[in-house]
């Protein structure tokens, strides 16, 4: 991940699903749903479409 100056390390992805695994679809969810909440009653925005999803923040600063 880079950020302006900062550049974060990598991370060795050990597990997960092969793509196109039936599962993925509910496992998917699971983890979307969680993820569009995380949004939920701040100053952030969360929007979801089929498989994409976006996070929206602001702040002084950026």
């Keep these: 991940l880079r950020f302006d ?5 990598c991370i060795r ?3 997960g699903l092969v793509q196109g695994d039936p599962f993925s ?7 979307a749903s969680r993820l569009l909440r995380v ?3 701040r100053k952030e925005g969360a929007f979801g479409y089929v498989d994409d999803a976006s996070l929206l923040a602001r702040g002084k600063t950026y």
Aim: cysteine-free; proline content about 0%; overall charge negative.
């Design 5 to 9: 100056d900062h550049l974060s390390d």
């Design 25 to 31: 679809m509910l496992l998917y969810v699971v983890y």
């Design 13 to 15: 992805i050990v597990n």
């Design 39 to 41: 949004a939920k009653g």
